[in-house]
Each structure stands twice: as structure tokens, then as C-alpha cells.
């Protein structure tokens, strides 16, 4: 079993539209949960990072956590074609931000 | 030049070839990573530098060897590769061990 399960799609939607993306895990010792955004031929970039369970919002992006069930969400509101990129989840232990362990990530493509 | 770069940004070479890839970072920091992102598979750490020093190898084949002479740059020595190498090679930088990752744009490489 991986340690990080995510649909790889594409994930196709139309300008405007919600976009959902989420990650399954295994390991209940990870504390902290990330979403990173990689356009093609671009290295990774960090969109969110959340602590524990929980909400957080950052403009159009929510990011969810869900430790009892070990899953992970990210939603983009109001999607626009330059929302198109893979969308990476990643977590860590607490205090290894640099050891992560990723999810395979999903190709996201938003349509004018 | 501004965060971290990566050259060269493509390479193919034959399995008996040796060369190397070289990361620079411009923002100050002192950890230093190098990952490895095949097609449709999760981003998979391979080594950590932290003050110089190598903290991580995550089971690596030595046929990748890496070098670290200050906290502004980072190789990749490449001998006898495998075909099943071919991959983007992706650097990255934290201020910290527990800092957020930046990442470089990789180096694509192609073993023939």
C-alpha cells in the first residue's frame, strides 16, 4: 500500500467551476498536510500547508484536513484556465518539512 | 539570478556516460535536497544536506553521488545509469531542516 494515495486524473472542469482534489494516507503520525501547485516544465511550488486537522483558506483555495479519516482535501472556487497544473499533496512529521512524502498528484485542466 | 536553478535543464546520455547536475540556490539557505519525479509517480527524496553535511540518503543506488561544497550549491554525479533513471531530477532549498521547500525547475534526464 502507498503511504499516499492520489487520483492522478485529469480532472477536466470548465472556467468557473469548483475544483476537488483530495489524498488518502496511511501513516496517523503526519502532522503536517500541503498542496503544491506544478505547472508544466516548472519545478513544485508551495500553495498551503496546514496544521493537524482542520479548515484554512487563502483566497480561492481550502484546504481540508481530515486526521480520523486520513484524508486530505483542497478546493479551488471560481476555477480559471490558469488554474491548470498538476496539484501535488504532501505531508510530513512534524518538524521535517523537508522529508516529504507525496502523493502522485493530479493534472487539473480548467477549460475557457 | 533569484531562488534556485538548475542546470542543465535537459540531458540524455548513454548508461556508460558519467556526468552531472548542479543546483544553485540564491536564497540564503542552508538545507539542500535533491528529488527524483518519474511519470505518474510520487516525488521520491533522495538526499539531504543540511549545513553541508548529509543527513539523508534514502537508499540510493551509488550510481548517484552527491556533493555538497557549500549551502549555495548542490551536484549530482551520474555514472553507469540504468534506462529506468530517466526522470526529472528536482533541487531544493529550505531555510532550515524544518523550512518550506523551494524547488528549481529540474533537470530532465534521459538514459539511452
Known amino acids: 500500500q502507498k503511504e499516499v494515495e492520489q487520483d492522478p486524473g485529469p480532472l477536466s472542469v470548465p472556467e468557473g467551476a469548483i475544483v476537488s482534489l483530495n489524498c488518502t494516507y496511511s501513516?496517523?503520525?503526519?502532522?503536517?498536510f500541503m498542496w503544491y501547485r506544478q505547472y508544466s516544465r516548472k519545478g513544485p511550488e508551495l500553495l498551503m500547508y496546514?496544521?493537524?486537522?482542520g479548515n484554512k483558506e487563502d483566497g480561492r483555495f481550502t484546504a481540508q484536513v481530515d486526521k480520523s479519516s486520513k484524508y486530505i482535501s483542497l478546493f479551488i472556487r471560481d476555477s480559471q484556465p490558469s488554474d491548470s497544473a498538476t496539484y501535488l499533496c504532501a505531508m510530513t512529521l512534524t518538524d521535517s518539512w523537508g522529508k516529504l512524502q507525496f502523493g502522485a498528484g493530479t493534472q487539473v485542466v480548467v477549460t475557457p | 539570478e533569484t531562488g534556485v536553478t538548475q542546470t542543465p535543464r535537459h540531458l540524455v546520455m548513454g548508461m556508460t556516460n558519467k556526468k552531472s547536475l548542479k543546483c544553485e540556490q540564491h536564497?540564503?539557505?542552508?538545507?539542500m535536497y535533491w528529488y527524483k519525479q518519474s511519470a505518474k509517480k510520487p516525488l521520491e527524496l533522495m538526499f539531504v544536506y543540511n549545513f553541508k553535511e548529509q543527513t539523508e540518503n534514502n537508499s540510493v543506488p551509488s550510481r548517484f553521488s552527491p556533493e555538497c561544497p557549500n549551502s549555495s550549491h548542490l551536484f549530482l554525479h551520474l555514472h553507469t545509469l540504468q534506462p529506468e533513471d530517466s526522470a526529472l531530477y528536482l533541487c531544493?532549498?529550505?531555510?532550515?531542516?524544518?523550512?518550506?521547500?523551494?524547488f528549481g525547475e529540474g533537470s530532465r534526464l534521459t538514459v539511452l
Open positions: 501513516n496517523s503520525a503526519f502532522q503536517y
Open positions: 531544493a532549498s529550505s531555510q532550515r531542516a524544518t523550512g518550506e521547500l523551494f
Open positions: 496546514t496544521y493537524s486537522s
Open positions: 536564497l540564503g539557505h542552508n538545507a
